[in-house]
């Protein structure tokens, strides 16, 4: 695939039911991957890319943030119909018109009130490519108390300028859909707003997509990968713990 989404849809994930040391159950009208204790009051949801809540290093992660104390849900916003890149029948400009990320924004809401009906007290948000997109909608309305944004995709200056919480962005070098000269706007748009603290960081030698779509392989990627999962972690339990 060429075009501005191709970085999109670059090595996509072999998806499996069976990663993980979760499981899955309903919250909020949605199925979600759920890891972690059911008595932390402090919960972390995870936005997937357009390969959705079965990606096996997206649930590998969930287990690693539920180990720090949290309760972690990724929730299935593509409702069992994640993007499939050898569909030709169903190009990306297609599928994408019946899975904006303003649909997932507004999927997330109830089950940001389901976890409250739990007893969870704060609640921060980690959005990849196209879930960084849902995750900075819910940080303009303080639905949560922290988000990070991975490799964004559909994110403008404007829904930059217009976040309540405290945010973290991690960027990739070559990155088409966040180039390292937008994501230096961002960081400007963020230096301007002092009542809402920010870390932006450009990862070296890395694309789009990086952070969970590394191959085990690619040591240099992995790492990278690892690192950028560390800094989230990092941001989520200074700002929620």
Not at 28 to 45: H, N, R, T
Not at 55 to 66: I, T, W
Not at 157 to 174: H, R
Request: net charge negative; aromatic share 10%.
């Amino acid at each position: 695939m060429s075009g501005p989404h191709s970085q999109c849809c670059e090595n996509p994930p072999t998806l499996g039911s069976s990663t993980g040391i979760g499981h899955v159950e309903e919250l909020g009208g949605l199925k979600c991957y759920i890891s972690g204790s059911a008595d932390s009051k402090l919960a972390v949801i995870l936005v997937s890319d357009v390969f959705g809540y079965e990606a096996p290093n997206l649930r590998k992660l969930a287990d690693k943030v539920a180990a720090a104390g949290f309760y972690t849900v990724v929730p299935d916003f593509l409702n069992g119909d994640p993007y499939e890149p050898e569909n030709v029948d169903r190009p990306f400009q297609i599928w994408i018109k019946d899975h904006g990320p303003d649909q997932g924004f507004e999927d997330a809401k109830p089950v940001i009130e389901a976890l409250k009906s739990k007893g969870i007290e704060k609640i921060g948000a980690v959005g990849f490519c196209w879930g960084a997109k849902v995750a900075v909608e819910l940080a303009k309305y303080a639905y949560i108390q922290a988000s990070v944004i991975l490799h964004p995709s559909f994110v403008s200056l404007e829904d930059i300028q217009a976040v309540k919480v405290p945010i973290s962005i991690l960027g990739a070098e070559n990155d088409e859909r966040s180039p390292p000269e937008l994501l230096k706007e961002f960081d400007a748009a963020l230096n301007a707003k002092p009542e809402v603290d920010a870390f932006v960081k450009v990862f070296p030698g890395v694309s789009h997509g990086w952070s969970v779509r590394y191959k085990d392989n690619d040591e240099a990627t992995k790492k990278c990968a690892e690192e950028a999962q560390k800094d989230m972690l990092d941001w989520c339990i200074k700002y929620l713990k």
